[in-house]
């Protein structure tokens, strides 16, 4: 028998506990005023073939977020298994997010990230307060993916490489 223990205002169990479940990791980036702004997100799933949505979750304290939620178009990025330092630079919370990575702007002012193994220039399709983030909802305008290449994997609060069996 499995005993489940009450939910008790502890984050750090809770994050433990979220944190068994494996993640992908995105880079959420665009240009503002000519400057490149981004975050990293593990909390990016799929949502819908048709409209072709996505979603990712934002923390409502974010500084980042309110500075992408206005632009026309963000790009979002999943990572590929050599991109951990990418994904640890694009979640500071402070310094140059962008200092010596490689980017690409799409005409409407997306930013993808190179050596990412997917791609997607997305708008703000919708934004759902839920508890202490947000649930964005995203837009798919444009994609391209190298389904061959290996994702950047978050699970146990570490970032981890696959490993086909």
């Known amino acids: 028998m499995i005993e489940l223990e009450k939910v008790t205002g502890d984050p750090a ?11 992908g990791v995105t880079a959420v980036c665009a240009l503002d005023d000519g400057l490149p702004v981004g975050m990293a997100a593990s909390s990016f799933t799929c949502v819908s073939l048709d409209p072709a949505l996505v979603s ?4 409502n304290t974010s500084t980042t977020w309110p500075r992408l939620r206005d632009l026309p178009r963000l790009g979002i990025s999943v990572l590929g298994q050599d991109q951990r330092g990418a994904a640890g630079q ?3 919370k402070d310094g140059d997010r962008f200092a ?3 980017w690409t702007e799409t005409p409407e002012g997306g930013l993808l990230m190179h ?6 220039d997305c708008s703000v399709y919708a934004e759902v ?3 202490d983030h947000a649930v964005v909802l995203l837009a ?13 994997v978050f699970h146990g609060s570490q970032f981890r490489q696959l490993v086909a069996v």
């Open 90 to 92: 694009l979640a500071a």
């Open 140 to 152: 798919v305008h444009g994609m391209h993916a190298e389904p061959g290449a290996a994702p950047l």
């Open 100 to 102: 010596g990575l490689e």
């Open 56 to 59: 990712v979750c934002v923390q």
């Open 129 to 131: 307060p839920a508890g």
């Open 13 to 23: 169990r809770l994050r433990q506990v979220y944190g068994c479940f494996p993640s």
């Open 115 to 120: 050596g990412a193994v997917a791609w997607l």
